[in-house]
């Protein structure tokens, strides 16, 4: 009966990441976004572009805002998975690489990203997350900018 429960989550969470994964070949642009400079400003209180204020983020092309975005959204659902096997060192590097993209994610994005790295990291204590829901509620966003966005 435990392995019931645990797995139909699971399943619904594996279902939802192929989803995302169904919208992540996004074709290269024909006039690239203009480069800024490389070094990053410091954090201010007036009001300035922000390095992922860009229409792909802080990614150089469409094409790989696309796939990390998706790559990372559906390694947030196989979070759980990686720690019921205990692999410890693993999940603290995909919840930091999930961080990582977060920050990175084009502005129209930003929110919804953050708030799927959220519920996915609450649902390693808390597996009802999944089961109730919100991880599917907070991953609906990031799979509709994905589907508009990654052709």
Do not use: H
Not at 35 to 43: E, K, R
Not at 71 to 88: D, F, H, I, V
Not at 105 to 128: I, W
């Amino acid at each position: 009966m435990t392995l019931n429960k645990t797995a139909r989550p699971l399943t619904v969470t594996a279902l939802l990441a192929a989803l995302a994964l169904t919208g992540c070949s996004a074709p290269e642009v024909a006039n690239p976004p203009s480069s800024a400079s490389a070094t990053t400003a410091p954090a201010s209180a007036t009001p300035s572009p922000t390095k992922s204020s860009g229409p792909y983020g802080d990614f150089p092309t469409a094409a790989e805002a696309c796939k990390t975005i998706s790559e990372q959204a559906t390694g947030a659902s196989l979070l759980p998975l990686s720690a019921a096997q205990g692999k410890t060192a693993e999940l603290e590097q995909y919840k930091a690489e999930l961080s990582n993209t977060a920050e990175r994610v084009p502005d129209s994005l930003k929110a919804a990203f953050a708030k799927l790295n959220q519920v996915a990291v609450a649902g390693l204590s808390d597996q009802t997350v999944f089961s109730s829901g919100k991880f599917q509620d907070a991953m609906a966003p990031v799979t509709g900018w994905l589907a508009a966005n990654c052709k």
